[in-house]
């Protein structure tokens, strides 16, 4: 009686597995096929940072080069925080800001510490370069680049 | 028109027949392997939520023609130290019988290379001789893996072999005839998977073992012995083991559609494609125990023969053979 009942719990579970697999079979796929469809990223994504752009005056960020990020990051990666005073303005203007991506671990402390708020975190998900001075970047480079591609 | 009736009278029209009928199964066996090699990738990556190939050609489907070129391009690699007569004949030796085995299927009514009397025991007798094959691979290879890899496919084939005949058997009782076209007529009526469940079932579970596919793949367990009995093998001698796998499963689902479901009979369609539609659900069926079942312990492969499918067979045959007396 044994064996009988061995026999049909086995077949049962046979039949249970076979529907998961089908199930499967049946349900759509997915694999999202990567360089030609991409997700969408989630706007919490932390990739680099990155300067933003001030609200009256677009073309300039908000970055006031006090240099807060730079003393608060535990890893020493904010390297150079470079500004200049302009005629007729009230605050500095920054003219570099050199960010050492490979050590960067995007613990988002430069981001809380900015007292205009000027940084953020972007949502480039895949850099990639040959050397290791591809990700030492000129955040201020970066933000006219990006304006003028706007 | 008339060159060629005097060809056929010059030769004969078994020679003809023969001709016709070799080259018909060649093409048969060459697309059966085609289409399978794909299916079998496409229904791997639809049942794990994957896509599949879809790179080569339209849903991938050029996919085996791109590497059947890739192992026909590649070099022939002989190991040292293998036993050469053997290592070059067991590819070849494996090919033969798969294609003999052709030789009595009913397709449909009037497309059958040749209806032998005995045809069921022209097919048994041929594919029992790829365990041989098998054996001689991995005897013949000089490698660990192929021979334990053998060693279990001569086990397993001689355990798997008794069920499946006498599954058969309890079929030809029913339709008085060891010729598959017999059986076939004889299913007009009612398919025999309804007065036969219990042989249905024991002969797809036989055929799955005899054709060395998972959950019954110990000869070739890539995850223990490497490829098992084809582990020394590349390039075309390979691929005709491969060719030699998707030929037997294919006679195996064949051989079920024609004893169980009916062959090539059906309505409004014809009989062809209902033969190849029967067929090939149960070659899909097999695929899908692939992707489902986790591979049986050595213990448990051959208790499950010897301990419950040999009895239980032989019971199906008593009470079938007691309700026909009757």
Same mark, same amino acid.
């Given at each position: 009686?044994?064996?009988?009942?061995?026999?049909?719990?086995?077949?049962?579970?046979?039949?249970?597995?076979?529907?998961?697999?089908?199930?499967?079979?049946?349900?759509?796929?997915?694999?999202?096929?990567?360089?030609?469809?991409?997700?969408?990223?989630?706007?919490?994504?932390?990739?680099?940072?990155?300067?933003?752009?001030?609200?009256?005056?677009?073309?300039?960020?908000?970055?006031?080069?006090?240099?807060?990020?730079?003393?608060?990051?535990?890893?020493?990666?904010?390297?150079?925080?470079?500004?200049?005073?302009?005629?007729?303005?009230?605050?500095?203007?920054?003219?570099?800001?050199?960010?050492?991506?490979?050590?960067?671990?995007?613990?988002?402390?430069?981001?809380?510490?900015?007292?205009?708020?000027?940084?953020?975190?972007?949502?480039?998900?895949?850099?990639?370069?040959?050397?290791?001075?591809?990700?030492?970047?000129?955040?201020?480079?970066?933000?006219?680049?990006?304006?003028?591609?706007? | 028109?008339?060159?060629?009736?005097?060809?056929?009278?010059?030769?004969?029209?078994?020679?003809?027949?023969?001709?016709?009928?070799?080259?018909?199964?060649?093409?048969?066996?060459?697309?059966?392997?085609?289409?399978?090699?794909?299916?079998?990738?496409?229904?791997?990556?639809?049942?794990?939520?994957?896509?599949?190939?879809?790179?080569?050609?339209?849903?991938?489907?050029?996919?085996?023609?791109?590497?059947?070129?890739?192992?026909?391009?590649?070099?022939?690699?002989?190991?040292?130290?293998?036993?050469?007569?053997?290592?070059?004949?067991?590819?070849?030796?494996?090919?033969i019988p798969v294609l003999v085995s052709f030789i009595?299927?009913?397709?449909?009514?009037?497309?059958?290379?040749?209806?032998?009397?005995?045809?069921?025991? #022209? @097919?048994?007798?041929?594919? =029992?001789? !790829?365990?041989?094959? *098998?054996?001689? /691979?991995?005897? +013949?290879?000089?490698?660990?893996?192929?021979?334990?890899?053998?060693?279990?496919?001569?086990?397993?084939?001689?355990?798997?072999?008794?069920?499946?005949?006498?599954?058969?058997?309890? #079929? @030809?009782?029913?339709?008085? =005839?060891? !010729?598959?076209?017999? *059986?076939?007529? /004889?299913?007009? +009526?009612?398919?025999?998977?309804?007065?036969?469940?219990?042989?249905?079932?024991i002969f797809f579970v036989a055929g799955v073992a005899?054709?060395?596919?998972?959950?019954?793949?110990?000869?070739?367990?890539?995850?223990?012995?490497?490829?098992?009995?084809?582990?020394?093998?590349?390039?075309?001698?390979?691929?005709?083991?491969?060719?030699?796998?998707?030929?037997?499963?294919?006679?195996?689902s064949a051989i079920a559609t024609t004893f169980f479901?009916?062959?090539?009979?059906?309505?409004?369609?014809?009989?062809?494609?209902?033969?190849?539609?029967?067929?090939?659900?149960?070659?899909?069926?097999?695929?899908?125990?692939?992707?489902?079942?986790?591979?049986?312990?050595?213990?448990?492969?051959?208790?499950?023969?010897?301990?419950?499918?040999?009895?239980?067979?032989?019971?199906?045959?008593?009470?079938?053979?007691?309700?026909?007396?009757?």
């Amino acid at each position: 009686m044994k064996v009988v009942r061995d026999i049909v719990k086995g077949a049962v579970s046979l039949l249970v597995g076979m529907g998961v697999t089908i199930k499967a079979f049946v349900s759509p796929t997915v694999t999202v096929q990567y360089p030609r469809q991409t997700l969408s990223i989630s706007p919490k994504f932390r990739g680099h940072t990155k300067l933003v752009a001030d609200e009256k005056n677009p073309d300039k960020t908000r970055c006031i080069v006090c240099g807060m990020c730079e003393r608060n990051c535990p890893s020493h990666s904010i390297k150079k925080v470079e500004g200049e005073k302009k005629e007729g303005e009230k605050t500095k203007t920054v003219t570099e800001y050199i960010l050492n991506f490979t050590t960067c671990s995007q613990c988002g402390i430069c981001v809380e510490t900015c007292p205009v708020d000027a940084l953020a975190f972007s949502s480039d998900y895949n850099p990639a370069g040959y050397r290791r001075e591809d990700f030492y970047y000129d955040l201020v480079k970066e933000f006219e680049k990006r304006r003028k591609s706007e | 028109m008339e060159r060629l009736t005097d060809i056929i009278a010059l030769v004969g029209e078994e020679t003809v027949r023969a001709i016709a009928g070799l080259i018909g199964v060649l093409i048969v066996v060459v697309v059966n392997a085609i289409l399978l090699t794909w299916a079998e990738r496409k229904v791997a990556g639809h049942m794990q939520r994957r896509i599949g190939p879809k790179e080569v050609g339209p849903y991938g489907l050029i996919q085996p023609f791109a590497d059947t070129f890739k192992l026909l391009a590649k070099e022939l690699l002989v190991p040292k130290d293998v036993a050469k007569p053997l290592y070059h004949l067991a590819p070849i030796l494996i090919f033969i019988p798969v294609l003999v085995s052709f030789i009595v299927i009913p397709f449909d009514a009037q497309l059958q290379v040749k209806d032998i009397n005995m045809g069921i025991l #022209v @097919i048994l007798a041929f594919s =029992s001789l !790829s365990v041989f094959s *098998i054996l001689i /691979a991995g005897w +013949g290879s000089h490698n660990k893996y192929s021979l334990i890899g053998a060693v279990r496919s001569v086990a397993q084939n001689i355990a798997y072999e008794i069920p499946l005949l006498l599954s058969l058997l309890a #079929v @030809i009782f029913m339709a008085n =005839s060891f !010729s598959l076209k017999d *059986i076939v007529e /004889a299913q007009k +009526g009612l398919w025999f998977v309804f007065y036969q469940p219990i042989a249905f079932l024991i002969f797809f579970v036989a055929g799955v073992a005899e054709t060395n596919r998972t959950p019954f793949d110990l000869p070739e367990a890539e995850s223990e012995l490497v490829a098992g009995f084809h582990t020394e093998y590349s390039s075309m001698q390979f691929a005709l083991f491969f060719l030699a796998e998707y030929t037997n499963i294919f006679i195996v689902s064949a051989i079920a559609t024609t004893f169980f479901l009916g062959g090539y009979s059906g309505p409004v369609l014809p009989g062809i494609i209902w033969f190849f539609v029967k067929t090939y659900g149960l070659v899909f069926v097999i695929l899908w125990f692939r992707w489902t079942f986790p591979r049986v312990r050595f213990d448990q492969l051959l208790n499950f023969s010897w301990k419950i499918l040999i009895p239980l067979s032989f019971i199906n045959l008593l009470v079938t053979g007691g309700i026909l007396k009757i």
